[in-house]
């Protein structure tokens, strides 16, 4: 089961066809939901803020 989406080598279009199938007879509640965890995700990990909350992080190791 993906819980957030799936990840592949870059330039691996072997992989990709071969998971391509399998994702296809997910069913699409499944799918939207998938979609919803991999942006929260995403957000929660490269948004603005949280690239704010890392660099005062780093900051304030390098202080300590």
Do not use: H, I
């Not at 691996?12 to 199938?21: G, K, M, T, V």
């Not at 007879?25 to 957000?43: F, Y």
């Amino acid at each position: 089961e993906y819980a957030d989406g799936c990840l592949f080598p870059p330039g691996d279009s072997s992989e990709l066809a071969a998971r391509l199938p399998e994702l296809a007879a997910l069913p699409p509640r499944a799918l939207a939901e998938m979609g919803q965890r991999g942006r929260k995700l995403v957000e929660d990990r490269f948004s603005w803020p949280a690239a704010a909350r890392q660099t005062v992080a780093l900051y304030e190791s390098l202080l300590a």
